[in-house]
């Protein structure tokens, strides 16, 4: 029988895949005192080490001071891991924790799509943890992020993962560790369905940013893309609503131009993956939309569209540069 801790407080933060996302809710909370290490890359791994991880905020720069590596063995004494690695890359990274993770250790993915925490579980036995992600930030250079809007939570715990841990008390201490460092992290009684309303916005923003290299406000701003970006949401809902998430598609298309407003200056993260010649998530987006429509039936032709674009744009930015 899987053992339970009810008396869960976290001291010790650990962030696996420290890019934006993990590098902003990372530095949150060591500047409010937990001990953090961000697992990330090496250009950012030594310009932190060197310089304090740097946050661009409101006009003004603070930065703080936490340990960093490279190896995800860094997280040993980790009371909670922040999951951030892309989707393709969630169950290699996590299994690279198994030799050393504590056995009362927590895990909560902070990534896109509605799957992940199902990944992490079929890697490693510790309880794992859903979290829904609203921030716009994007490294700005080495050891850099810059923040552009919101920076809040939502967490719950999957239904089949119910059983692994104190669900109940783990969600509160996670809880009032993020709103402790002033990120706001309500506990969703259904995280899925916060997963899927997040993956629908996804698959309304990511792509079409990313196509047209543009920022939130001006494609809410052209009324030809917002009819592409909701028949996208439409679609979304429909998936939704046949896998038992019953999501209202009016309500989460205001829920879209709303983001827009809040997020004005955001590009996506699918948009950033390209300007820097990465492979995106693209199929865990608006892909995992198509290839779950056509597993039920259910008609995608926006999204398998934005999918099949931005694919195209990935081997575009993949072909070396021609020599003329």
């Known amino acids: 029988m899987t053992p339970r801790f009810p008396c869960f407080t976290p001291r010790t933060v650990a962030v696996l895949g420290a890019g934006a996302v993990g590098g902003y809710f990372g530095a949150m909370l060591a500047r409010a ?14 310009a932190i080490a060197r310089d304090g991880l740097q946050v661009l905020q409101d006009g003004s720069v603070w930065s703080v001071r936490v ?31 198994a030799p050393v993770l504590r056995a009362d250790a927590r895990l909560v993915s902070l990534q896109n799509g509605v799957d992940n925490a199902a990944r992490i579980a079929a890697e490693l036995p510790q309880p794992v943890y859903a979290a829904v992600v609203y921030v716009g930030c994007y490294m700005d250079g080495p050891g850099r992020v810059r923040h552009t809007g919101r920076g809040d939570l939502v967490v719950g715990v999957p239904r089949a993962l119910a059983g692994r841990g ?41 792509a079409v940013s990313a196509l047209g290299q543009s920022r939130y406000g001006r494609m809410a701003a052209s009324p030809p893309v917002r ?17 038992g998430v019953a999501l209202d598609p009016d309500a989460m298309i205001a829920a879209t131009w709303k983001l827009a407003a809040a997020m004005a200056e955001q590009v996506s993260s699918t948009a950033q993956d390209l300007q820097r010649g990465k492979p995106t998530e693209i199929d865990a987006l608006n892909g995992f939309v198509a290839e779950r429509g056509a597993a039920l039936g259910i008609a995608t032709p926006v999204n398998r569209t934005l999918q099949a674009l931005v694919k195209l744009r990935e081997e575009a930015c993949a072909l070396p540069v021609p020599v003329t």
């Open 67 to 97: 340990r960093v590596a490279t190896d995800a063995a860094a997280a040993r004494d980790a009371d909670v891991v922040l999951v951030t690695v892309k989707t393709p890359d969630t169950a290699a990274a996590v299994r690279a924790l």
């Open 166 to 206: 104190d669900g109940e008390g783990d969600l509160r201490a996670l809880s009032a560790m993020f709103e402790s460092a002033g990120v706001p992290c309500p506990i969703a009684p259904d995280i899925e369905a916060a997963l899927w309303a997040k993956l629908t916005l996804n698959c309304a923003f990511n």
């Open 227 to 243: 009819a592409v970006m909701e028949d996208a949401v439409r679609e979304a809902v429909a998936l939704a609503r046949a896998e």
């Open 33 to 46: 005192g937990l001990d953090v290490t961000l697992v990330g890359r090496p250009a950012h791994v030594e």
